[in-house]
Protein backbone atom coordinates (compact mmCIF):
# COMPACT_ATOMS: atom_id res chain seq x y z
CA UNK A 1 0.00 0.00 0.00
CA UNK A 2 1.33 2.99 -1.17
CA UNK A 3 1.23 6.04 1.33
CA UNK A 4 -0.21 9.28 -0.49
CA UNK A 5 1.26 12.77 1.56
CA UNK A 6 -1.95 15.26 1.10
CA UNK A 7 -0.86 18.65 0.05
CA UNK A 8 -2.60 20.34 3.08
CA UNK A 9 -0.20 17.74 5.55
CA UNK A 10 2.89 19.66 3.95
CA UNK A 11 4.27 22.43 6.05
CA UNK A 12 3.89 26.24 4.66
CA UNK A 13 6.80 27.62 2.96
CA UNK A 14 8.95 30.08 4.15
CA UNK A 15 8.49 33.52 3.45
CA UNK A 16 11.76 33.63 1.56
CA UNK A 17 11.00 30.48 -0.44
CA UNK A 18 7.59 32.06 -1.47
CA UNK A 19 9.62 34.82 -2.47
CA UNK A 20 11.92 33.07 -4.59
CA UNK A 21 9.45 31.45 -6.39
CA UNK A 22 7.83 34.57 -7.28
CA UNK A 23 10.98 36.15 -8.27
CA UNK A 24 11.61 33.22 -10.48
CA UNK A 25 7.97 33.12 -12.12
CA UNK A 26 8.99 37.17 -12.36
CA UNK A 27 11.84 36.81 -14.45
CA UNK A 28 10.76 34.23 -16.92
CA UNK A 29 7.89 36.17 -17.46
CA UNK A 30 10.09 39.17 -17.70
CA UNK A 31 12.09 37.59 -20.59
CA UNK A 32 8.68 36.25 -21.91
CA UNK A 33 7.49 40.05 -22.59
CA UNK A 34 11.00 41.35 -23.25
CA UNK A 35 14.12 39.11 -24.68
CA UNK A 36 12.01 36.26 -26.05
CA UNK A 37 10.07 38.61 -28.82
CA UNK A 38 13.61 40.90 -29.50
CA UNK A 39 15.36 37.29 -30.07
CA UNK A 40 12.30 35.94 -31.82
CA UNK A 41 12.17 39.75 -34.36
CA UNK A 42 15.91 39.53 -34.79
CA UNK A 43 16.41 36.13 -36.39
CA UNK A 44 12.41 36.69 -38.35
CA UNK A 45 14.33 39.83 -40.03
CA UNK A 46 18.14 38.01 -40.80
CA UNK A 47 16.68 35.10 -41.63
CA UNK A 48 12.87 34.80 -42.95
CA UNK A 49 12.65 38.41 -44.28
CA UNK A 50 15.35 37.79 -46.92
CA UNK A 51 12.72 34.98 -48.00
CA UNK A 52 10.42 37.44 -49.24
CA UNK A 53 8.27 37.81 -46.01
CA UNK A 54 7.42 41.10 -44.31
CA UNK A 55 9.33 41.98 -40.81
CA UNK A 56 7.51 41.81 -37.78
CA UNK A 57 7.46 44.38 -34.33
CA UNK A 58 7.54 43.38 -31.03
CA UNK A 59 3.87 42.34 -30.67
CA UNK A 60 3.48 40.37 -34.09
CA UNK A 61 6.85 38.58 -31.77
CA UNK A 62 4.42 37.75 -28.79
CA UNK A 63 1.82 37.07 -30.75
CA UNK A 64 4.08 34.05 -32.69
CA UNK A 65 5.59 33.19 -29.18
CA UNK A 66 1.92 32.95 -27.36
CA UNK A 67 0.90 30.88 -30.13
CA UNK A 68 3.33 28.14 -30.17
CA UNK A 69 3.59 28.31 -26.61
CA UNK A 70 0.28 27.53 -26.65
CA UNK A 71 0.33 24.84 -29.30
CA UNK A 72 3.34 23.23 -26.97
CA UNK A 73 0.62 23.55 -23.80
CA UNK A 74 -1.97 21.43 -25.82
CA UNK A 75 0.22 18.93 -27.21
CA UNK A 76 1.84 18.27 -23.82
CA UNK A 77 -1.40 18.38 -21.68
CA UNK A 78 -2.25 15.58 -23.77
CA UNK A 79 0.51 13.40 -22.68
CA UNK A 80 0.80 14.61 -18.73
CA UNK A 81 -0.35 16.24 -16.56
CA UNK A 82 0.83 20.11 -15.42
CA UNK A 83 3.03 19.89 -12.48
CA UNK A 84 1.96 22.00 -9.64
CA UNK A 85 4.32 24.04 -7.71
CA UNK A 86 7.19 21.68 -5.94
CA UNK A 87 6.20 22.27 -2.01
CA UNK A 88 10.10 21.64 -1.10
CA UNK A 89 12.03 24.08 0.89
CA UNK A 90 14.46 24.79 -2.44
CA UNK A 91 11.36 25.64 -4.26
CA UNK A 92 12.46 28.97 -4.67
CA UNK A 93 15.33 28.40 -5.90
CA UNK A 94 14.88 25.68 -8.26
CA UNK A 95 12.42 28.34 -10.10
CA UNK A 96 14.93 30.94 -10.22
CA UNK A 97 17.05 29.16 -11.80
CA UNK A 98 14.75 27.78 -14.00
CA UNK A 99 14.55 30.94 -15.42
CA UNK A 100 17.99 32.10 -15.77
CA UNK A 101 18.27 28.89 -17.27
CA UNK A 102 15.61 29.56 -20.04
CA UNK A 103 17.17 33.36 -20.55
CA UNK A 104 20.44 31.56 -21.17
CA UNK A 105 18.70 29.12 -23.69
CA UNK A 106 17.37 32.91 -25.47
CA UNK A 107 20.55 34.54 -25.52
CA UNK A 108 22.53 30.74 -26.73
CA UNK A 109 19.37 30.68 -29.39
CA UNK A 110 20.14 34.10 -30.03
CA UNK A 111 24.17 34.12 -30.16
CA UNK A 112 23.87 31.02 -32.94
CA UNK A 113 21.42 32.93 -34.65
CA UNK A 114 23.62 36.07 -35.15
CA UNK A 115 26.62 33.80 -35.94
CA UNK A 116 24.60 31.53 -38.82
CA UNK A 117 23.65 35.31 -39.91
CA UNK A 118 26.98 36.52 -40.07
CA UNK A 119 27.76 33.26 -41.96
CA UNK A 120 25.33 34.52 -44.68
CA UNK A 121 26.17 37.72 -45.02
CA UNK A 122 29.79 36.78 -45.88
CA UNK A 123 33.02 38.70 -44.99
Request: a positive charge; zero cysteines.
Amino acid sequence: MTSDVEESALPPLPKLQKALAVAGWGLENLGMVLLYPTVLRWMWTWFIVPLGAPAIGHWHAIGIILLTAWLQFLSLAQVQQVPSLPRSPFAGSQMVGKAIGKLAVAATILAGGYAAHSMMMGP
